[in-house]
């Protein structure tokens, strides 16, 4: 296991890296420049700009040293346009924490609510509680987040006044939480209908299996054998979904993000690309990136502790 | 002798999209205490269903229509979901067919087989697990302090049949009800795996219900055979009546594909296949595949006739009025050859 999670982690290195690198070059080749809306600028001014950011260098010259400000110094260049001169690592590490905090909000609640209707439509497979949760699956899976953000911006915070309209900067602790809650609860309703509508899938198919049988056979009640044999089994193929599904909630919250005026990294990436910033650019796709290969990492190696065959087996080949 | 599992007249339909499927239309069998009680018939023929009503456990479209199932001076028919809790796993167990599919994957072996004993507080948790090394041993699994903490994907498909029957008898039930134990088996695990069960019902004095497709396996397994077709019974009698004195003319076919070293001849196959329970035949069900069937077959379903005290056949055939109809020749060879091996045999004891 041990050499497994080390592989793996080599494994996200070097991915990171290569990510960044096609980055690098892909927002070199993109158009517009820093120029763009400063037509005063004469010829003379640009080319001593561009030697100062050594954008007159060849793009391979200038990638090594973007390189090697990253590695040796973690510094990730500044921004030029946004906030001219501020280091883009200054921005970025005030606008991380609050998107984490939306994003991961809405995957811890949206997979326990959704392994519960999915338990749920599954034990009352084809009743009317079954029909109800379907329903509801269908419309949160098909309208996209923004959607239910605006309603429940225009119903819940400005027609009832239950939260705030748009998030609270100087907000802590549960008045932060109370402020977040709309972002937090729009993005989680199409992951909680996706996590049930495959688990109710899984989970039925489960219950049918001889296993499930057996258990009953040797004694167990219809909910024990359900309980302690169905779910876990139905656990394993789950797992796949959950990163497709945390990358959506991700992709949500570009938008999201703007509807609450949530200061995140979702308008610091649109703001960036809008105004040609590319440092500011490159550093929000690496923490999307990096993200999103994190949780494919958790979820790899969390198979090990779900399903055993992936554990012993994977020790077997080694 | 008083039996212990009586079923009469059991009726069972399935509701389908296409209609109300029959699967079992009025079975009705004893089952003496200690001795081994063969269901054999091809796939369809209602066996699995029949023992799947016996422990509630039918899928949720399948009905008990009609019909009795007495075990312990209760007719089990009427027992609801938790009246079965006392009984299934604890008195009655059932060996599945598919080992291979029958374990949880990613459960250890050990907490498999004790599970359903300390959920039941038949047992401390702390001995449990002695129990259940007891157990593995009885059934033959070698090094069960190891195998104890493994999981089944690390068992080959005999051992994990063995598992199958130790959680089977983990609570000493009384009745074991094998549904074609060793059908998804290769052949030489097969026959030891028949061994362990003749062994386990001495040792233990059990009932058993065995339930196969392969008469093969019955010869060595049963002391009584019902033969079923179509959702009824067609003949039932003594191990040595069915194997040597057949009379209803799907049994004829059943021992006629039975392959064995001896026969010369092409394998028998028997035509066209079975009915569509949706519509079951009017008559013997068996009529339209059975080249000896009479007219009558077609239109009126035969009753049982009585051959012997035990031994009855529900085939016009066997009507006084009825044209005389010998068993098929291939047939009548085997069985010819097979009395003589046993006279050999005996002769050389």
């Given at each position: 296991m041990t050499k497994y999670i080390l592989q793996r982690l080599l494994a996200t290195v070097i991915t990171l890296f290569v990510i960044l690198t ?48 990253i590695l040796?110094?973690w ?21 991380i924490?609050?998107?984490l905090?939306?994003n991961l909000?809405?995957l811890m609640?949206?997979l ?120 876990r089994n139905?656990l394993v193929p789950l797992m796949n979904i959950i990163i497709p599904m945390f990358t959506?909630?991700m ?35 690496m923490f999307y990136s990096f993200i999103s290969i994190i949780t494919i990492l958790l979820v790899d190696l969390s198979y090990g502790i779900v399903d055993p065959r992936i554990r012993i087996g994977g020790k077997k080949a080694e | ?104 994957p990613i459960m250890k ?40 903490d493994q999981y089944?994907f690390q ?195």
């Amino acid at each position: 296991m041990t050499k497994y999670i080390l592989q793996r982690l080599l494994a996200t290195v070097i991915t990171l890296f290569v990510i960044l690198t096609i980055g690098f070059i892909v927002i070199r080749l993109m158009p517009g420049s820093i120029f763009e809306g400063y037509d005063e600028m004469t010829p003379e001014m640009m080319a001593q700009l561009n030697a100062k950011y050594n954008f007159d260098k060849p793009v391979i010259v200038q990638y090594f040293i973007y390189m090697r400000n990253i590695l040796v110094h973690w510094d990730w260049g500044i921004s030029l346009k946004m906030n001219p001169n501020v280091p883009v690592w200054t921005i970025v590490r005030q606008k991380i924490p609050v998107t984490l905090y939306v994003n991961l909000y809405s995957l811890m609640i949206s997979l326990p609510l959704g392994m519960i209707a999915g338990i749920a439509m599954a034990l009352k497979k084809n009743s009317g509680i079954d029909y109800g949760i379907s329903f509801l699956v269908v419309i949160f899976i098909s309208v996209p987040s923004f959607v239910f953000a605006t309603g429940m911006q225009y119903f819940l915070a400005y027609k009832f006044g239950w939260f705030p309209i748009i998030y609270d900067v100087n907000a802590v602790g549960s008045a932060k939480l109370h402020s977040l809650v709309l972002p937090i609860l729009a993005l989680a309703f199409s992951p909680i209908a996706r996590v049930a509508r495959y688990l109710r899938a899984e989970l039925a198919e489960t219950i049918n299996s001889e296993y499930m049988l057996l258990a009953r056979t040797k004694g167990l009640t219809y909910t024990q054998a359900t309980l302690r044999h169905g779910i876990r089994n139905s656990l394993v193929p789950l797992m796949n979904i959950i990163i497709p599904m945390f990358t959506t909630i991700m992709g949500g919250s570009l938008v999201v993000e703007r509807i609450f005026a949530i200061p995140g990294m979702g308008g610091l990436m649109i703001n960036a690309i809008n105004t040609s910033d590319h440092q500011v650019t490159l550093a929000t796709l690496m923490f999307y990136s990096f993200i999103s290969i994190i949780t494919i990492l958790l979820v790899d190696l969390s198979y090990g502790i779900v399903d055993p065959r992936i554990r012993i087996g994977g020790k077997k080949a080694e | 002798m008083e039996p212990i599992l009586q079923v009469k007249d059991l009726t069972v339909s399935f509701n389908a999209y296409a209609g109300t499927v029959q699967a079992v239309r009025g079975v009705s069998f004893d089952l003496n205490p200690h001795e081994t009680l063969a269901i054999v018939g091809e796939s369809g023929s209602g066996k699995s269903v029949t023992i799947k009503a016996i422990l509630g456990i039918l899928p949720k479209n399948g009905r008990i229509v009609n019909g009795e199932i007495w075990y312990q001076g209760e007719d089990m028919a009427k027992y609801s979901e938790s009246d079965f809790y006392k009984i299934r796993g604890k008195k009655i167990s059932l060996v599945f067919q598919d080992p291979l599919s029958a374990l949880n994957p990613i459960m250890k072996i050990g907490k498999q087989i004790t599970e359903a004993l300390i959920l039941s507080k038949s047992i401390e948790k702390s001995k449990a697990k002695e129990r259940a090394i007891e157990l593995m041993e009885a059934v033959g699994i070698p090094d069960p302090e190891i195998r104890y903490d493994q999981y089944p994907f690390q068992f080959s498909g005999g051992m994990r049949q063995r598992i199958v029957i130790a959680i089977a008898l983990a609570s000493n039930p009384e009745l074991l009800i094998c549904d074609e134990p060793t059908t998804a088996l290769d052949v030489t695990i097969q026959a030891k795996i028949l061994d362990l069960i003749n062994e386990i019902k001495r040792r233990q004095d059990l009932s058993i219900i065995f339930i196969t497709h392969d008469m093969g396996v019955v010869a060595n397994m049963a002391d009584r055979i019902c033969v079923m077709y179509a959702g009824k019974i067609v003949e039932f009698g003594t191990a040595n009546e069915i194997f040597y004195e057949p009379a209803h003319p799907y049994t004829w076919a059943l021992l006629s594909a039975m392959p064995d070293l001896d026969t010369k001849e092409k394998l028998f196959a028997i035509p066209g296949a079975p009915p569509n329970m949706l519509v079951p035949p009017k008559g013997d069900a068996f009529a339209a595949r059975n080249k000896y069937a009479l007219e009558l077959d077609f239109e009126e379903e035969p009753p049982y006739f009585k051959l012997s005290d035990t031994h009855y056949a529900a085939t016009w055939l066997l009507h006084p009025d009825a044209p005389k109809v010998e068993m098929p020749e291939i047939l009548k060879n085997r069985i010819a050859r097979m009395i003589e091996k046993e006279a050999a045999r005996d002769g050389r004891q």
